[in-house]
C-alpha cells in the first residue's frame, strides 16, 4: 500500500474527529443517541461548525479517494509526487476544520481551495 492510499483511510475517518468533538463537548448522552441527527441539529457555536466540517468533510472525500485511485492507475506523476499531494490534502483537512470550528471563515476559504487544488494536481499529475 502506498503512503497516498494511507491518505485515503485516513480522509475517510478525519470526518468522525470532527463529529466527535459536536457530540461529545458535553450534551450528548444516551436519550440522544435515538435521534443524533435532531441533537446534532440543535447545536450552536463551534459544536454546530465542528458538524457542519464533518459534512463537507464526508462530501469531498469521494472525489479526494477517486483522485488517489485514479491517479495511482494511470501514474500521473512519480510515487513520491502522489504520496506529497496526498499529505498535504489530509493536511489541509485537518486545517480545513481546525479553521471551521474557530469561526475563521476567510481562511476555511483559502484552505478549502487549497485541498480542491490537491485533488486536481493528483488528476493532472505532472505527465510522467
Not at 491517479?71 to 481546525?98: D, E, K
Amino acid at each position: 500500500m502506498t503512503l497516498a492510499f494511507w491518505c485515503v483511510l485516513v480522509a475517510f475517518l478525519l470526518p468522525y474527529a470532527f463529529t466527535m468533538f459536536a457530540k461529545f463537548q458535553g450534551g450528548f448522552g444516551p436519550r440522544e443517541n435515538h435521534n443524533p441527527r435532531e441533537f446534532l441539529d440543535t447545536l450552536a457555536g463551534a459544536r454546530k461548525r465542528a458538524h457542519w466540517a464533518q459534512q463537507n468533510s464526508f462530501e469531498v472525500t469521494p472525489a479526494f479517494a477517486a483522485a488517489v485511485i485514479i491517479a495511482q492507475i494511470a501514474h500521473t506523476a512519480p510515487q513520491n509526487t502522489l504520496n506529497g499531494i496526498a499529505v498535504a490534502f489530509v493536511c489541509s483537512r485537518i486545517l480545513y476544520g481546525i479553521c471551521y470550528i474557530g469561526d475563521w471563515a476567510s481562511a476555511r476559504s483559502l484552505v478549502w481551495f487549497f485541498g480542491i487544488g490537491c485533488i486536481i494536481a493528483l488528476f493532472v499529475g505532472t505527465g510522467a
